[in-house]
């Protein structure tokens, strides 16, 4: 257990549905990333919060995709009319802001869209 | 694309050292080699990082090359729980990390 917690840990939903996952980081932790991971493949990243400030996006999150982080403690990563090409697993990371800091993963949340 | 380049799969006898090698000849003078594992199906597990000196924790070995163009982790005597997808990433202050295909380690007994 790295401290980072995620829920749920499990996700089906049907195409068209939304979805919406949470990250408690480590309380310390000033930021806050959310990757995604499909099957054998690493994991990618999506986009990243120094306290509540969304400081970058990549080109993967789209327009159907929105992460919040509101009190620049836990976050919400939110996906809208889902497609099956969603389906995977999502991790989120946390890190202090020092020079070298590492990221300490959640256990990560499962989603299948059927 | 991944800064860095692993050998797709290697095994590894149960109580021998595992030396996993990455390349990474593009690295930049302020980025750090960071090495991660990840068990099936569970989160990506940090392992250490280093800069330019070899590094050492209860986990495992750093060492990386004087030029900082490779590295190599050591796992001093694997175990079968060490069977895991292992990745090295190169990163700077601020970056977020890019992952790339791993390493599939198997610890045979």
């Known amino acids: 257990d790295t401290g980072v917690s995620q829920d749920p840990r499990h996700k089906i939903t049907k195409r068209g549905q939304n979805v919406t996952f949470r990250c408690d980081p480590i309380?310390?932790?000033?930021?806050l990333y959310w990757y995604r991971q499909t099957l054998g493949q690493g994991p990618e990243f999506l986009t990243y919060f120094q306290n509540e400030a969304q400081l970058e996006k990549s080109r993967l999150l789209s327009d159907r995709f929105s992460a919040e982080r509101p009190k620049g403690s836990f976050s919400t990563l939110e996906i809208q009319r889902t497609e099956q090409g969603d389906s995977a697993m999502y991790l989120c990371?946390?890190?202090?802001?020092?020079?070298?800091?590492?990221?300490?993963f959640g256990p990560g949340t499962r989603l299948t869209v059927l | 694309d991944a800064k860095t380049t692993q050998p797709t799969s290697m095994d590894c006898a149960e109580g021998r050292a595992a030396n996993l090698p990455c390349n990474h000849s593009?690295?930049?003078?302020?980025?750090?080699v960071y090495w991660y594992r990840q068990i099936h199906s569970q989160g990506p597990q940090y392992i250490i990082h280093g800069l330019k000196n070899n590094e050492t924790n209860e986990m495992a070995s750093l060492i990386i090359t004087e030029d900082r163009k490779s590295s190599t982790l050591i796992l001093p005597h694997a175990t079968l729980r060490d069977t895991a997808v292992y990745y090295c990433?190169?990163?700077?202050?601020?970056?977020?990390?890019?992952f790339g295909p791993g390493t599939r380690l198997s610890v045979l007994p």
């Open positions: 990433i190169v990163s700077s202050y601020g970056q977020n990390f890019v």
């Open positions: 990371a946390s890190s202090r802001t020092t020079e070298g800091n590492e990221q300490f």
């Open positions: 593009t690295i930049s003078g302020n980025e750090y």
């Open positions: 309380s310390e932790h000033n930021r």
